[in-house]
């Protein structure tokens, strides 16, 4: 079916109009997907930006087009080397009024616009969208991409979903938000999907994201899901979203959640517990009952702790447990407000939750047997629904509750800290709750509002007779009803999940009821999936969690460190794993290019993350306690540096401790970082510091542009490590590099250790074909350049060799003699040096590695390596018996001493 009524262009005729000379290749609808392909340029003035325009009697949709290189096109007109011409776009759509679709060019003077096709109306299509149907995947030259979920709720909008490319790496991904007059973007990091990497055999399982945004626009716009393939620039519609604020232009950013200090001062120091109880409050409790002996007298123990008058329905579902009954009916007997209710056949969890319903009249509470209640849980609980007729369902935190389990989000815990509930509890009450709104409600312990069950009617025992999932069923009814479900966030009830089910029953009655939820309510395990990626109280775990550990401890390590990974990153994991081991709080501070300052505290089997507006916010857990040492692993991401430095010596004087500094590179010596000079090569630390100056003021890769010459930098490391304790290198070529630059200090080497790593102990070899084996991350530093050129030259030359990376591959260029494998974990190494029969393993490293993980790994397998004489790599192949040095830095040298020994 084609839904064109007319198309304007005429193809493969180019025009020329007002000096813009442009041409439609073709422009192709297939059933609701529309193809455009063409290129345009001017040689009089900048064409400033390419659109297509989706135009309707009521609204716009503005699609941006990026224009690539066409040589064909550029060799034709005689147009300058690499001026880009070509377009190409590819939307899906569905059209509920006839659409005029434009291609549309920015001038100095304005914006003109070509007429290209007009969309007829489709039959039963309600709505206009161009977009790439949810949960459909895509593929476009090379590159699949798919949308899981996009999802927005007021000013913040979720999306979910996959991108790769079998051809070509995919650098990085954005999210555009594009109006007819501005435009913002928000970068999105690619994370773990085994899910795809699985089902489409990728040896790269980073290609999924996950984000939720903030964005404000006075005008509708769309959004685009961009991604970068080395220089090249796509961009994939997703979306549209309208006018959210009066103020002129577009603004989107990552959710940033509160600083820890912001947090506190919202929702803890400015809270007073103010408990209203109305007068006529009367509360129906129901415990179904089914063995559980062991948990009754605390359970009911724990019930009776408020003041808040209550009916207590206990029903005894047949319990074999020949404990329980005569228990039951002693505690009924002694209290007044108590009805025991006894099923002379075991109905099931349901049923007998509805038998007490039918005989209450109030909001009601459901309890299971295997809980423990703290003070004052029922006035707590119930507050929401006492002071809104719309909340259906309150949960309160648990230790085992799915979407109200803490510490960790969604799982079954073990108590925190091996405290009682008591105790946990009073942290969580002294959180101001925001009673935030979920998908369902949790039915260990879930308040019912008696105005909701009289309207939609009580659980389903018929579909959901044995239990589980039955109280999602009645939230989503709710729902449906215009009512919600709430979280209190003051309240937490320890919870033995399970405890009255048998796991292999449990495993039965949660597939079987799932199945049935899904089918109920279609958007329901969606709306699901978007509040566990929203989490919105993240923050409130976070907080008992921080405070929770900062009471229990008496003193901390503190940490200054970035979060890129790498091997200072490796390093610094297993140095806090030992400290944790023995029994050490370390405080971890981090400069993250997202979110800004992030404070880590380790505890334990435990961590709790906060964002901190200013480094002196973390004293505020600091305080009070001893600060055991201060260790400096890196401080390449932190900005003003000066006043880092300063911040660390002001924790040296308050709390009477130790500074080490651990020079994973060379950043206090040069902020390059590496030593590589403006032309991209080792520098060799000239003795002249004019030379250095000249570089300094030259070189485009320094990761600190506050001072204006190497000299001035140098003089606040100077006087910093003259404060420091202790200051570690990992060689003695580092070391002598310090020594250059700062001769006044004492350094300690103290190299890495690698004793994760078994020796290969044979590579069975199927052909002569030499593989030369890299490891690691492929970028410059590295000798991503060296590695490439010398794939182009076993090219050349007819040579009966390959390159094998293992690790991601950071440059943009590849070869059929160059093979990437993809990330991969360490105790992967000696199987992969088999599968890939690597006869030689090569360092490529253009600057001195302070030590080189990669490079200890190889010797501890016995392989043969090879490295230029640079740095600690070199330091240690000297002493090996495979060990091979490459006498020049070039990837010629390289590859003939490779051949040669391999």
């Known amino acids: 079916m084609s839904f064109w009524t007319n198309i304007k262009s005429k193809f493969n005729t180019t025009e020329k109009q007002d000096a813009v000379t442009y041409h439609i290749d073709s422009l192709v609808n297939d059933d609701g997907k529309m193809s455009v392909k063409g290129w345009i340029f001017s040689t009089q003035m900048d064409l400033k930006q390419i659109q297509i325009i989706l135009s309707q009697p009521q609204r716009e949709q503005v699609i941006e087009v990026p224009l690539t290189f066409r040589k064909d096109i550029v060799d034709v007109f005689s147009l300058s080397v690499g001026t880009k011409t070509a377009f190409e776009f590819t939307l899906a759509y569905e059209s509920a009024d006839t659409t005029d679709v434009f291609l549309q060019y920015a001038k100095e003077a304005g914006k003109e616009r070509k007429l290209l096709c007009t969309l007829s109306k489709q039959e039963q299509c309600k709505e206009t969208w161009f977009y790439p149907r949810v949960g459909q995947s895509y593929e476009e030259d090379g590159v699949e991409y798919n949308v899981d979920t996009i999802s927005q709720v007021g000013n913040r909008l979720y999306i979910r979903g996959w991108i790769f490319s079998h051809k070509q790496s995919i650098d990085k991904v954005r999210l555009v938000v594009n109006s007819l007059h501005y435009e913002d973007s928000v970068g999105l990091k690619l994370v773990q999907r085994t899910d795809v990497a699985n089902s489409h055999n990728l040896s790269d399982p980073y290609c999924g994201f996950s984000q939720e945004v903030e964005f404000s626009t006075n005008e509708y716009a769309c959004v685009f899901l961009e991604y970068t393939q080395g220089e090249q620039k796509n961009r994939v519609f997703i979306t549209d979203v309208n006018a959210n604020t009066k103020e002129a232009g577009i603004c989107i950013q990552k959710r940033k959640d509160y600083s820890y200090n912001k947090f506190v001062e919202k929702f803890v120091e400015t809270y007073t517990e103010n408990i209203c109880i109305p007068q006529d409050a009367f509360v129906d409790l129901i415990v179904p009952v089914y063995n559980g002996y062991e948990f009754l ?247 008992v969690k921080m405070r929770m550990i900062q009471d229990n401890v008496e003193q901390f390590i503190v940490v200054l460190d970035h979060d890129w990974g790498g091997g200072a990153g490796k390093y610094m994991e297993n140095r806090i794993q030992s400290m944790l081991d023995h029994n050490t709080a370390v405080m971890r501070i981090v400069d993250n290019a997202d979110v800004g300052l992030q404070m880590v505290v380790y505890y334990d089997e435990y961590e709790a993350t906060f964002r901190v507006d200013q480094l002196e916010d973390t004293c505020s857990i600091l305080t009070g306690h001893q600060v055991q040492q201060v260790m400096i692993n890196e ?62 003021h030259n070189n485009t890769n320094k990761m600190n542009l506050e001072y204006d010459s190497i000299a001035s930098w140098r003089s606040i490391w100077a006087e910093f490590l003259s404060q420091c304790d202790h200051v570690i290198t990992f060689s003695e070529n580092t070391k002598s590099y310090y020594e250059q630059c700062y001769p006044d200090i004492h350094y300690e080497v103290v190299p890495h250790q690698v004793d994760y790593i078994e020796p290969v102990e044979k590579i069975d070899k199927t052909s002569d074909l030499i593989t030369i084996g890299y490891i690691g991350n492929m970028m410059p530093s590295k000798g991503s350049e060296i590695l490439i050129r010398m794939a ?10 390959r390159i094998v990376v293992i690790g991601p591959n950071l440059s943009t260029s590849a070869n059929e003699h160059l093979l990437i494998h993809g990330k991969y974990s360490r105790d992967e190494l000696p199987e992969l040096m088999k599968e890939y029969q690597v006869d030689i393993v090569f360092i490529a490293s253009i600057w001195p590695e302070t030590f080189s993980y990669t490079t200890e790994e190889a010797i501890k397998m016995g392989m043969k390596v090879a490295a ?35």
């Open 297 to 543: 007298e605390k359970m009911f123990a724990g019930i009776e702790k408020t003041a808040v008058p209550y009916k207590l329905y206990v029903v005894n579902d047949c319990s074999p447990d020949e404990r329980v009954l005569p228990y039951l009916s002693e505690y009924a007997k002694s209290r007044e407000n108590v009805v025991l209710l006894e099923n002379e056949e075991n109905l099931g969890f349901v049923q007998s939750v509805n038998r007490a319903l039918a005989q209450t009249s109030h909001h009601v509470v459901l309890v299971n047997t295997d809980v423990m209640l703290p003070d004052q849980w029922l006035e707590r609980l119930m507050l929401p629904i006492w002071n809104s007729d719309e909340v259906a369902s309150t949960t309160p935190f648990t230790n085992s509750g799915t979407i109200c389990s803490f510490p960790n989000f969604c799982e079954n815990n073990h108590i925190f800290m091996d405290k009682s509930e008591s105790e946990i509890d009073r942290y969580f009450r002294m959180v101001q709750p925001h009673y935030v709104e979920m998908p369902t409600g949790v039915g260990f312990c879930m308040g019912m509002n008696r105005k909701v069950i009289d309207e939609i009617g009580n659980l389903d025992a018929d579909t959901f007779y044995k239990g589980y999932g039955e109280e999602n069923d009645w939230c989503q009814r709710a729902i449906r009803a215009g009512y919600h479900n709430v979280q209190v966030e003051n309240l937490f009830v320890w919870h033995k999940h399970g405890g009255s089910f048998l796991s292999e029953d449990k495993k039965r009655y949660i597939e079987r009821n799932s199945a049935i939820l899904e089918k109920r309510y279609p958007t329901y395990k969606k709306d699901v999936d978007i509040y566990c990626a929203m989490d919105p109280n993240c923050q409130v775990r976070e907080y």
């Open 792 to 801: 182009e030259l076993i090219e050349e030359q007819g040579l009966n060799a």
């Open 635 to 696: 401080l390449v991401a932190y900005e003003h540096i000066a006043q880092v430095q300063q911040f660390i010596i002001g924790l040296k004087k308050n709390f009477k401790t130790e500074i080490t500094m651990l020079c994973h590179d060379f950043y206090p010596v040069c902020p390059s970082i590496y030593l590589l000079n403006d032309q991209q090569k080792h520098c060799f630390l000239p003795a002249n510091l004019e030379e250095c100056e000249k570089c300094y």
């Open 868 to 902: 230029f004489d640079l740095g600690a790599p070199a330091e240690r192949l000297k002493k090996y018996d495979k060990g091979i040095i490459i006498p020049e830095i070039s990837a010629e040298a390289a590859l003939d001493t490779l051949l040669n020994n391999a």
